[in-house]
């Protein structure tokens, strides 16, 4: 058999991607080079670093030669070695082995995708904006009578809807292991749909998926405009609920928002229980980041994390939830490359495309106006000279909103209060930081204030 070549390495990259998620494949294995193949089935990677061989082996040396070997079985083993050192004499390079001889992979029989080990419901953080949909996740993973079908989650990007999915599917496996479940996304059924009609098997698609007793479709809003498509998912959808088995759909939005749907599915989607996933709102964040540090403490048992980063991250990255997840992963990393605590300083550092991408639109217009009249004050006082402390406070509490809330250095945020210089912007932040310590009242205000900005 012929060795691994550049291409199906190539080829294996959105598979690779799909797998682990995309932030955990642009933080470790996007890096990953093709070396070539040995005469003895070794498939030679190169990483960026040392530390990084050692991780990606660790974490992800079995994926990677499940997924090789599937596509090349000559491949039984891989090796990762730094690419700084490839050169070097003997760096012994980090490597994980086939089992030999290798056992015969024990195929499913269902087309499903894999679930991910790491979206379970202990797993999942639940806060007001998605206390309904978990509830309602729960409820049908409970099994039972089938009281609401289909369950139909939506949301945004990154809300949670397939780690609920993969929750469901895991806990149903665990209660009723009788049960058949079946997970896939809509271009997967589409993808089967397809081949099965090129091969001729469309009786036996027809079969395999009327036999399951749960079928979960993520991201349905996929099949949108594929008329064939649709059509076969209507009929697989009505066979299952005339049998009475659960249905449970995915769709970044509602099914009457999903254009180019025949009305007879929406109505069909619509049928059950439609629930949604709000965007996160800080606490949930806060909650999320809480919980997957706890979890990196396993790979990184002895890396500190500073007062505040945590808090940071919340209000500063709230579109998704994977991109607070991968901001954290490439912060622990870092600091386990450098060796640095994990602190503000290394927050600017390792993060600064983050921040900016997810910067909120705020101005310093916006928080100098709404501050101003919050404590009823004119905006020409706020960035006028006088001192008096009516004025005082207020100045120092929109500077520290300009300084959480935009990404302007001080001088600037000092040149747009009248002025004034960088070290009196500093001085400002700081005493609101202490006196948010210290003065519920001012605590109190500058986070109403924080909310109705970010509103
Ligand atoms: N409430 C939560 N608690 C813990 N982790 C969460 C929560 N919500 C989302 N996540 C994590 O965020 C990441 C993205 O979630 P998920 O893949 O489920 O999003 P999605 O809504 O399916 O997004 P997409 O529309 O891109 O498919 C996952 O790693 C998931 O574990």
Redesign the pocket.
Known sequence: MDGMTKEQWGALQGDLCKTV???SYATWLEPLDFEGTDQDGVLRLSAPTTFFCTYVTQNYGDLLLSKVARLNPAIRRIAISAASLRKAPAPKPATVEAPQPAAPRKERDLPGAPL?A??TFD?????KP?ELA?AAAKRVAEGGQVTFNPLFLY????????????AIAWELRERSPELSVLYLSAEQFMYRFVQSLRERKMLDFKEMFRSVDILMV??VQFIAGKDSTQEEFFHTFNALVDQNKQIII?A?RAPDEIKDLENRIRSRLQSGLVVD?HP?DYE?RL??LQ??VESYREHYPRLEIADGVLEFLAHRIST???V??GALTRLFAFASLVGKPIDMDLVQDSLSDVLRASERKISIDEIQRKVAEHYNIRLSDMVGPKRVRNFARPRQVAMYLCKQLTSRSLPEIGRRFGGRDHTTVMHGVKRIEELRQQDGQIDEDVELLRRALEA
């Not at 797993?123 to 806060?127: D, E, N, T, Y």
């Not at 949301?155 to 999915?165: A, I, P, Q, R, Y």
Request: no cysteine; charged share 25%.
């Open positions: 998620g995309q932030n991910d790491r979206f797993r999942f953080i639940v806060g998605n978990h949301g945004g990007v990154g809300l949670g809807k397939t780690h609920l999915m993969h993520d991201d995915s970044d996933l996160t949930l909650g999320i919980s997957k998704n939830v994977r607070l997840e």
